[in-house]
Structure formats: structure tokens, C-alpha cells
């Protein structure tokens, strides 16, 4: 069965530090990858995906993620976070299939301090 | 706007009772989903369906039952059978089987006592 790691369960960065989150699936086929965020109080939003071609991807708000095939990895980016960051974050796949459905890391809850 | 609705957004239910959860979009999509999110373990997927009249299980139904009789309706009944029902349930859709992106709803937390 596909899964998603999340390693990093809970991040506390100052402002203006890099961040790096985590995420590796574990699946043979072709994937679909994505980064949804739910800011406190709010509903899930996409941050950004990839469904095939240049495997840097870059989102919202400074956010980007680099696919690398080869590690199964997926990891999301930021140079330099803001407390409006502050949030959770969760990594999530789908194997492309007739059913979309969508497998989700357990989440990283991140903490920016100002 | 476009968008996906969940009403109400708490809900305090006695155990033994069922209840149901709503969710309308007006995105004009196919396929809608509900999920459960529960702290430390992320979304899992309950029930999902890609047409009208038409639902399949997902990883997690067992005390759940869905209906969809309308294309921007997909409530979900929280059964008496389901152990452990207080959690946040998230509703989402995409736009057909071959769209991978899901819009979800702002969730609904169901407290049973």
C-alpha cells in the first residue's frame, strides 16, 4: 500500500530562516505530488504540485519543492520564513489511477517566531 | 464565489445517536471525497465518489454512510457504529477522475460525548 512520511512532526524557526520539510512516499508507479497547507482556522489549500516536467516546482508564497525519483522524496522549501508561515503543512500522493485518491503524510505542524 | 460549504461547523452529538455531516459545492466538480483528520495522523480518506448515484469505501468507512443523489451534495452520516467519531471531517472535490487537484471545505469538528 502507498504511504507518506512525514519526518519532521512539529518545526520552530525564527523569522528569516530557511526552511526545509521532509516528505518521502513510498510507491513504484507514477505519482502526482502535493503540498497543502491549513493556516490555523482555515481549510486546506494547495501550496503547490507535480504532475510531470521540471521536478523544481515552485508554489505560493515563496514556496518550492524539488521531486527527486530516485529518493522517493518530495521536500518543500522556503529561503526565508515569515510568522505568517506559521501553519501545518502536509505532504500528499496519488498513484494517478482511476480513483484520485489522494494519500496524506501525517502533517508538520510549524511554528515561526517573530 | 465558487467554493465547497460544510455546515454547521461544530457539532455536539450524544453516543448511540447517528448524525450527518453536509457538504455542497458549487464548483460544478464530479468527484467529491470526505476525509477524517485527526491530530498526528493527517487526512485519511473515508468515502469517496467520482459520479452521481455512484460511491466506493475508503480506507476508514467502517461506521460511516454516504449518499449522493445530487452532483453538489455528498453528506456524510456519522453512525453509532463508528467507535471513536469525535474528530474533523473534511469534505473535498476535484473536477473529474482525470483532475488530481482537490479543493476542500473548511471541515466540521464533531464532538460525541
Known amino acids: 500500500a502507498q504511504s507518506v512520511s512525514q519526518h519532521n512532526h512539529h518545526v520552530i524557526l525564527s523569522e528569516a530562516a530557511s526552511l526545509e520539510l521532509g516528505c518521502n512516499y513510498s510507491?513504484?508507479?507514477?505519482?502526482?505530488l502535493f503540498w497543502y497547507v491549513q493556516y490555523p482556522g482555515q481549510h486546506l489549500q494547495l501550496l503547490l504540485k507535480?504532475?510531470?516536467?521540471?521536478?523544481l516546482v515552485k508554489g505560493i508564497k515563496g514556496f518550492e519543492a524539488e521531486f527527486i525519483k530516485s529518493k522517493f522524496s518530495f521536500n518543500l522549501r522556503k529561503p526565508s520564513v515569515q510568522w505568517s508561515d506559521t501553519a501545518e503543512y502536509f505532504c500528499?500522493?496519488?498513484?494517478?489511477?482511476?480513483?484520485?485518491?489522494?494519500?496524506f503524510g501525517t502533517g508538520t505542524l510549524l511554528a515561526v517566531q517573530p | 464565489d465558487g467554493g465547497i460549504t460544510q455546515s454547521p461547523k461544530y457539532l455536539f452529538r450524544k453516543e448511540g445517536q447517528n448524525v450527518t455531516l453536509s457538504c455542497e459545492q458549487n464548483?460544478?466538480?464530479?468527484?467529491m471525497y470526505w476525509y477524517r483528520q485527526d491530530p498526528g495522523q493527517g487526512l485519511r480518506l473515508i468515502y469517496y465518489?467520482?459520479?452521481?448515484?455512484?460511491?466506493q469505501k475508503g480506507d476508514i468507512a467502517e461506521g460511516y454512510s454516504v449518499s449522493r443523489e445530487k452532483k453538489e451534495s455528498f453528506p456524510l452520516t456519522v453512525t453509532s457504529a463508528q467507535k471513536n467519531p469525535t474528530a474533523f471531517y473534511i469534505c473535498?472535490?476535484?473536477?473529474?477522475?482525470?483532475?488530481?487537484?482537490?479543493?476542500f471545505g473548511p471541515g466540521t469538528r464533531l464532538t460525541v460525548t
Open positions: 473535498a472535490s476535484s473536477r473529474q477522475v482525470s483532475s488530481y487537484e482537490q479543493y
Open positions: 510507491y513504484g508507479g507514477t505519482v502526482n
Open positions: 507535480y504532475f510531470s516536467g521540471d521536478p
Open positions: 500528499a500522493v496519488n498513484d494517478r489511477g482511476a480513483t484520485n485518491k489522494l494519500i
Open positions: 464548483l460544478n466538480h464530479d468527484a
Open positions: 465518489s467520482q459520479i452521481v448515484n455512484d460511491f
